[in-house]
């Protein structure tokens, strides 16, 4: 019987911060899991190092569900973003490993293809609308066949999500201009928002029509009142889905928006357990699971709660910023394509220095992604290339009110 021998931490930086974990069992397979915590990346190599890896050494790599247990129930101390962004590593390298003995995409042993390929969305943004239109008709040459839109908001400075000054053509990500040993400060008006954001929505359905799928996040700004407000003003505009329109820790505060207007909501890239979906999934709150395998105990944590919420018609929305590396990528479109439960999948595109270190085979084809079909996730990690890009601290921004310099949700 072939056992765990060794699981490595890799931290590199090809454009972003990501952190690897690499599995070898003794008959030298290998598996790669994807650890990234971004702006709390080395928190989760501390915990993979020190705590995880040593316990891993001798074990069985075929038992994925019991060393998810083992790992979960065994810390004493439940979730939270750094233990179950670590348990996911694992977990993703272990079916990685599962698939490669068996000669099979991941997706087969997660029980076969539903479909034949997972609805992307892409993210177009401009700090106006000529900006933001020419963005969409890039993503619309792309191929994207669904599109989020953001904007910046008359009076404020920059607003995290929307590109400043993005060429043509050229693709956004926010992180690269984000590095530094303090986050950056930005301003915010909600007020001043609300009004703007259904003109925005107004004028794109005035240009582009009312069949391409549109997407909107709040970044868990409002309160349930004011999220219910909003929800109900975009509704002429048939969203796809709002996004984190509150902070959604307090779920009871969703029966509020959810009362109000009838735009599907989508909530959970900062979750990391099926209790933080619990209120939401079983009073049907929410409409997209929106967590990242990477950040909710890999696979096997993200797959029970998809099947949790198919008894509630509530479909999936991973999050695929490009703060989740290829591996997190690859696993979420493993998913994608087996569960029947499936809504869309985000699809930020990542750099090309990090398509370099992380070799990827999933294909972005007429608007669908695919995991592809080589054995296990169908990733390679290249450590040469990856050891020459060195770690340094990036933060997300934080958010001030304009008014008085409040600390606000984002
Ligand atoms: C965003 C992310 O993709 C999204 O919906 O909310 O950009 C998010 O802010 C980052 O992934 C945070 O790490
Ligand atoms: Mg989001």
Request: with cysteine; hydrophobic share 40%; charged share 20%.
């Amino acid at each position: 019987m072939a056992v765990i021998e060794t699981a490595e931490v890799f931290v590199t930086s090809p454009g972003r911060n990501f952190v690897t974990l690499k599995i070898t069992t003794s008959d030298g397979v290998t598996g790669l899991g994807d650890a990234t915590l971004n702006g709390r990346e080395l928190s989760v190599v501390a915990y993979l190092k020190e705590h995880v890896a040593p316990l891993l050494i001798g074990r069985d790599p075929q038992n994925i569900e019991d060393i998810w247990q083992y790992l979960y129930r065994g810390a004493y101390w439940r979730r939270g973003p750094v233990t179950m962004a670590s348990i996911a590593a694992v977990d993703v390298a272990l079916w990685d490993i599962k698939g490669k003995v068996a000669g099979m995409p991941v997706f087969q042993l997660l029980g076969g293809a539903s479909r034949t390929g997972a609805l992307a969305y892409g993210h177009a943004s401009g700090s106006d609308l000529p900006s933001l239109f020419s963005s969409i008709r890039n993503h619309l040459d792309e191929g994207y066949r669904a599109i989020r839109v953001q904007t910046g908001v008359p009076g404020l400075g920059q607003v995290y999500g929307v590109a400043s000054d993005q060429a043509p053509g050229q693709r956004y990500d926010y992180e690269p201009a984000g590095r530094g040993a303090l986050p950056k400060e930005e301003a915010w008006d909600t007020r001043a928002y609300m009004r703007h954001i259904p003109t925005i929505f107004a004028a794109v359905r005035e240009e582009f029509g009312y069949e391409l799928p549109l997407l909107h996040d709040a970044h868990h700004r409002l309160t349930p009142n004011q999220a219910g407000s909003l929800g109900k003003t975009l509704e002429p505009y048939d969203l796809f889905w709002l996004e984190d329109c509150t902070p959604g820790e307090n779920q009871e505060g969703l029966r509020r928006v959810r009362s109000q207007t009838t735009t599907p909501l989508a909530i959970g890239e900062v979750f990391n357990s099926v209790f933080d979906y619990q209120t939401l999934i079983t009073e049907q709150l929410i409409d997209y699971v929106r967590s990242a395998v990477t950040h909710t105990g890999g696979i096997s944590g993200l797959k029970k709660i998809m099947d949790f919420a198919a008894v509630y018609q509530i479909k999936s929305g991973f999050h695929g910023p490009t703060d989740i590396s290829p591996v997190g990528q690859a696993a979420a479109l493993h998913l994608d394509i087996a569960i029947h439960n499936f809504g869309i999948q985000e699809y930020m595109q990542h750099s090309e220095d990090t398509l370099k270190v992380f070799k990827t085979n999933y294909t972005f084809e007429n608007g669908l992604l695919h995991p592809g079909t080589a054995p296990g996730l169908g990733v390679e990690y290249d450590e040469d290339l990856a050891a020459g890009f060195e770690y340094t601290t990036a933060y997300l921004p934080i958010n001030r009110l304009q008014l008085d310099g409040t600390m606000h949700d984002w």
